[in-house]
């Protein structure tokens, strides 16, 4: 869609990113950062003052002693932390629970590794998970079961009681968990993120991933981190090792010094929130109707009541016609559906948003 985007000069709020600037002393920092030198390999698990210092930054988020010698990776991205997770555990064969619709690079990530998804679609119109069909998709061949909270691409979030579901699911057994929360700040509504981090007896059996590109609105930078016990950590740098072996030196020193700006994630929700519910305001002139979002850069808008159109159909349509780019929630299933839904992203500047809800109104 970005591409279809370019050729057609269409607003797109298909792909997740912001088209706002970044802080601007964390590039300042970057910029220090190089001239101080800090240009050759980091050390191979990430610096250690980086690593320390997202240690203390859990501890007082989710009360969770991390050591960051033996269970914190720093990663280029969240994606490529979720990818050596897999590999990590996989064997041919093996079973990962995946529900849909998913991030894209799941399935493919699952399959490279010889490892077959099983899926299970979230509820609709609400994307929540179905536990009694989790149990009855457990074999004794279930390697992983992998959650994402704040969902991409429905802004769905997980509640305690699916901690409670999933902790009775994996007791006593040996599945693993993969929890991607790169959007673990951008949550809306005073809803509470259920990192995996705040449960020991989960964490134990989890790779738990993050992204710097979303909490620091700077996708193009590529770096992440990744949380696992020292046991699991052990393996997955045994992977990292001989793959990227290590990340970009001077945007590890800025970070970490600025990831000690609490302000700046804790504030985060409620300024993303006023975008959602500022794009959601423009939206109410038009004929698409806001399905939740409570996290995420997202928002599903449905699509019913103007065509019964394919969501791909549709999608391109809107993107040739009308010059605004989504994403057709399909792309995110296996399977071919059709909910007649997109996925909008709102994290842009007012003036985009308004120019695209402005297309919006002609339908
Ligand atoms: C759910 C989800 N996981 C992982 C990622 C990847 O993060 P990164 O850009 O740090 O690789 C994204 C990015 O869009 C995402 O939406």
């Given at each position: 869609m970005s591409a279809l985007a370019a050729e057609y000069?269409?607003?797109?709020?298909?792909?997740?990113?912001?088209?706002?600037?970044?802080?601007p002393a964390l590039t300042q920092l970057v910029n220090e950062a190089m001239q101080q030198g800090h240009n050759q390999y980091a050390h191979m698990n990430g610096l250690p003052l980086l690593r320390e210092r997202i240690?203390?930054?859990?501890?007082?988020?989710?009360?969770?002693?991390?050591?960051?010698?033996?269970?914190?990776?720093?990663?280029?991205?969240?994606?490529?932390?979720?990818?050596?997770?897999?590999?990590?555990v996989l064997q041919p064969g093996?079973?990962?629970?995946?529900?849909?619709?998913?991030?894209d690079s799941y399935l493919p990530n699952i399959e490279i590794n010889g490892g077959k998804p099983v899926l299970i679609p979230l509820t609709f119109p609400d994307y929540a998970i179905d536990w009694q069909l989790v149990k009855q998709c457990i074999t004794p061949k279930t390697k992983m079961i992998m959650l994402n909270t704040p969902h991409n691409p429905t802004g769905s979030v997980l509640g305690s009681d699916d901690i409670e579901q999933l902790r009775q699911?994996?007791?006593?057994?040996?599945?693993?968990?993969?929890?991607?929360?790169?959007?673990?700040?951008?949550?809306?509504?005073?809803?509470?993120?259920?990192?995996?981090?705040?449960?020991?007896?989960?964490?134990?059996?989890?790779?738990?991933?993050?992204s710097f590109g979303k909490t620091y609105h700077c996708t193009g930078w590529k770096l992440g981190y990744c949380i696992a016990p020292p046991q699991l950590m052990k393996e997955f740098r045994k992977v990292h090792q001989f793959n990227c072996f290590s990340c970009n030196s001077p945007v590890?020193?800025?970070?970490?010094?600025?990831?000690?700006?609490?302000?700046?994630?804790?504030?985060?929700?409620?300024?993303?929130?006023?975008?959602?519910?500022?794009?959601?305001?423009?939206?109410?002139?038009?004929?698409?109707?806001?399905?939740?979002?409570?996290?995420?850069?997202?928002?599903?808008?449905?699509?019913?009541?103007?065509?019964?159109?394919?969501?791909?159909?549709?999608?391109?349509?809107?993107?040739?016609?009308?010059?605004?780019?989504?994403?057709?929630?399909?792309?995110?299933?296996?399977q071919e559906t059709n909910k007649q839904v997109l996925r909008f992203c709102f994290v842009k500047n007012e003036q985009t948003l308004e120019a695209a809800v402005n297309r919006l109104m002609k339908l």
């Open positions: 000069n269409a607003i797109n709020l298909g792909q997740g990113f912001p088209d706002f600037m970044m802080p240690a203390e930054k859990i501890a007082t988020l989710y009360s969770t002693n991390i050591n960051p010698d033996t269970c914190i990776t720093i990663t280029p991205g969240g994606t490529y932390a979720i990818y050596t997770a897999l590999t990590t093996d079973e990962v629970i995946v529900f849909e619709p998913a991030f699911i994996v007791k006593d057994t040996g599945i693993f968990i993969l929890s991607d929360e790169v959007y673990e700040h951008l949550i809306y509504d005073g809803k509470k993120h259920e990192s995996i981090l705040r449960y020991p007896d989960l964490l134990e059996r989890s790779f738990v991933c993050f590890q020193y800025a970070l970490a010094t600025f990831i000690q700006q609490q302000d700046h994630y804790l504030k985060l929700g409620t300024e993303v929130q006023q975008k959602r519910d500022y794009f959601q305001q423009l939206m109410g002139q038009t004929r698409f109707k806001a399905l939740p979002s409570y996290g995420s850069y997202f928002q599903l808008y449905s699509y019913a009541s103007i065509t019964d159109e394919s969501e791909n159909d549709f999608a391109i349509r809107l993107c040739k016609q009308n010059g605004v780019a989504a994403i057709p929630v399909s792309v995110f299933y296996k």
